[in-house]
């Protein structure tokens, strides 16, 4: 393990340039920070790259997801997900030039809490975007509300033409507070998500289904809707978000303070129990991605206002991290 970089303030969104620069958000200060890295696998200090001015910072909003453009190298386009005072919404950035923030999806429904945020290219080209319900759960249940739902759309906001609804942005629905998109080899798409009282969950995400917040939470959910493939206690999990490394799925998490780390077989099928790994030894884990050297890089999230209340966990002197791990060490050193 080494730290890649230090003294940063809740480090949130994270993503990488063609030519192996990382990007990383902050969510409350809305700056965009790059770290170079070196043939020889070495990184520079991180360099202010961007600032979102009109961030909206309060509770668990702020800037939050980045995903680098697949043509970043014709267009230096980085899309990022960010509360405003109005609105969660997706905007396009041009970081060579500079300019302003170009809106691409707006009016999601922002709060202080459950804002999801993240926000990913899926392996098909599209900007995959979770919204949270913005702490009212019934809209996770309405289909005119673009809250707790799954989104799926191009970079110009318009619907993909094969949606459930085509529409619509909406893939998928019955959802609370989704923190993190991650797709197999073989291009199927699991989501990890925040419950409330009972579990946290990771699911199977298909076309037009219903995942069944706020009628249910966890296993056990009526015919019409889709149980998790995994659960936690909320206590060991809040799993931010994750990425698989082959077949394994791997995700960082909060109040957990671990990454868990779960087997998958051909088809889709887990593989034993999810197992825990890195428990207790960074604090609090948000953001986790593999980086074009073939690491994973992973952020703490020890200077948010839920670790400097005093929720069990202890800001290290240097945090927040971003920490990088080779895959097998990350994988294997479980507890």
């Keep these: 393990m080494d730290v890649v970089a230090e003294d940063l303030e809740i480090p949130w969104g994270l993503d990488f340039l063609p030519d192996g620069t990382a990007l990383v958000g902050e969510r409350d200060s809305g700056r965009i920070l790059a770290i170079e890295s070196s043939p020889d696998g070495s990184t520079a200090s991180p360099e202010e790259a961007y600032v979102v001015e009109d961030v909206d910072p309060a509770g668990d909003g702020g800037l939050l997801g980045l995903a680098v453009s697949p043509e970043y190298d014709e267009d230096s386009t980085v899309y990022a997900y960010y ?25 999601i429904p922002a709060g202080t809490d459950r804002n999801g945020g993240a926000l990913a290219f899926g392996p098909d080209g599209f900007l995959w975007a979770a919204a949270g319900d913005a702490g009212t ?8 509300s673009l809250g707790g739902k799954i989104l799926r759309f191009d970079t110009e906001g318009e619907p993909a033409e094969d949606n459930p609804d085509p529409e619509s942005p909406v893939y998928s629905m019955g959802h609370r507070n989704v923190h993190g998109l991650a797709w197999t080899p073989d291009g199927d798409l699991y989501a990890t998500e925040f419950g409330a009282d009972l579990a946290d969950e990771v699911n199977l995400i298909e076309p037009g289904a219903n995942y069944g917040w706020p009628l249910y939470e966890g296993l056990g959910g009526a015919e019409d809707y889709r149980d998790p493939v995994a659960t936690w206690e909320p206590f060991e999990a809040s799993c931010g978000d994750a990425v698989f490394a082959e077949a394994t799925l791997v995700t960082a998490c909060l109040r957990g303070q671990r990454l868990w780390v779960i087997e998958f077989e051909a088809g889709g099928g887990v593989v034993g129990e999810p197992q825990p790994a890195l428990a207790g030894q960074f604090g609090r884990l948000r953001s986790i991605a593999m980086g074009p050297d073939g690491m994973l890089w992973v952020t703490t999230s020890n200077r948010d206002d839920r670790c400097v209340a005093g929720r069990g966990c202890t800001a290290h002197e240097s945090d927040d991290r971003i920490l990088r791990f080779a895959t097998a060490y990350a994988v294997e050193g479980r507890v």
Excluded at 83 to 107: H, K, M, Y
Excluded at 137 to 144: H, I, L
Aim: aromatic share 0%; charged share 35%.
């Design 137 to 144: 759960a019934e809209r996770a249940q309405d289909d005119r």
């Design 83 to 107: 509360t405003t005072e109005a609105d969660n919404r997706v905007v396009a950035i041009d970081l060579e030039a500079g300019s302003e923030p170009e809106p691409v999806l707006t009016g």
